[in-house]
């Protein structure tokens, strides 16, 4: 049984860190390409970040490239999204996912969450103003 479980989550002020974990079971790890998504209240869940099955390939949308960080550990089978300069409007629901790998890295199918096996069930995120 695969699972995703979320942690890190939280109240923090604006213009604060915040580092979100994802922890994985149940698949072979390191042939899922791993994706964060994000979805604020009222709002469709949308894509925010992507790393290859290897850690050597990112993908970002534009609202979050160079306060974000996305980063893998293979060998503990986690995912983590460290966030910096976090605005107010980055409130909401983080989630991470996992894509099998179709054996080559391509940005653009990581943003449609259609394409993700598996999904965690998410960890609140904050941020006051």
């Known amino acids: 049984q695969v699972q995703l479980a979320e942690s890190g989550g939280g109240l923090v002020q604006a213009g604060g860190p915040l580092r979100l974990s994802c922890a994985a079971s149940?698949?072979?790890?390191?042939?899922?390409?791993m994706g964060w998504f994000r979805q604020a209240p009222g709002k469709e869940r949308e894509f925010v970040a992507a790393i290859s099955t290897g850690g050597g390939n990112s993908y970002y949308v534009d609202f979050v490239k160079g306060r974000f960080t996305i980063s893998r550990d293979n060998a503990k089978n986690t995912v983590a999204l460290q966030m910096t300069s976090l605005k107010p409007e980055d409130t909401a629901v983080y989630f991470c996912g996992a894509d099998k790998t179709r054996g080559y890295w391509s940005p653009s199918y990581y943003r449609n969450e259609d394409e993700y096996d598996y999904w965690g069930q998410g960890t609140q995120v904050t941020v006051s103003s």
């Open positions: 149940g698949l072979t790890f390191s042939s899922y390409v």
